[in-house]
Nanobody, 124 residues
Framework: QVQLVESGGGLVQAGGSLRLSCAAS????????MAWFRQAPGKEREFVAF????????SSADSVKGRFTISRDNAKNTVYLQMNSLKPEDTAVYYC?????????????????WGQGTQVTISS
């Protein structure tokens, strides 16, 4: 089992940057595939970015491609989301999630473990 805690959210102006972190506690973090999702008010939770357990494979949603980068440091049990060129439509609560067995990476139901979320607000 793994516990996840996100940090790094906040209020920034459009065009700015933020770096989210997700610290994992528990055993064998390097065995988990990790992802970031986000949920805006009144909307469903949506996939943002994925990174495989070893970090060798990543993918991201079209809406953030070229602006957001996911990475991980297995020695620090942490996954990151670097967000650049932020837009007001990026405003949401951002969640990290962990998956043991590789399944549909964009489906929230594939992930067994979730953090509590961190608020990201982008002002225009």
């Amino acid at each position: 089992q793994v516990q996840l805690v996100e940090s790094g959210g906040g209020l920034v102006q459009a065009g700015g940057s933020l770096r989210l972190s997700c610290a994992a506690s528990g055993r064998a973090f390097s065995r988990y595939h990790m992802a970031w999702f986000r949920q805006a008010p009144g909307k469903e939770r949506e996939f943002v970015a994925f990174i495989s357990a070893t970090g060798s494979a990543t993918s991201s949603a079209d809406s953030v491609k070229g602006r957001f980068t996911i990475s991980r440091d297995n020695a620090k049990n942490t996954v990151y989301l670097q967000m650049n060129s932020l837009k007001p439509e990026d405003t949401a609560v951002y969640y990290c999630a962990a998956m043991v067995q590789l399944m549909n990476r964009v489906n929230p139901e594939s992930y067994a473990y979730w953090g509590q979320g961190t608020q990201v607000t982008i002002s225009s």
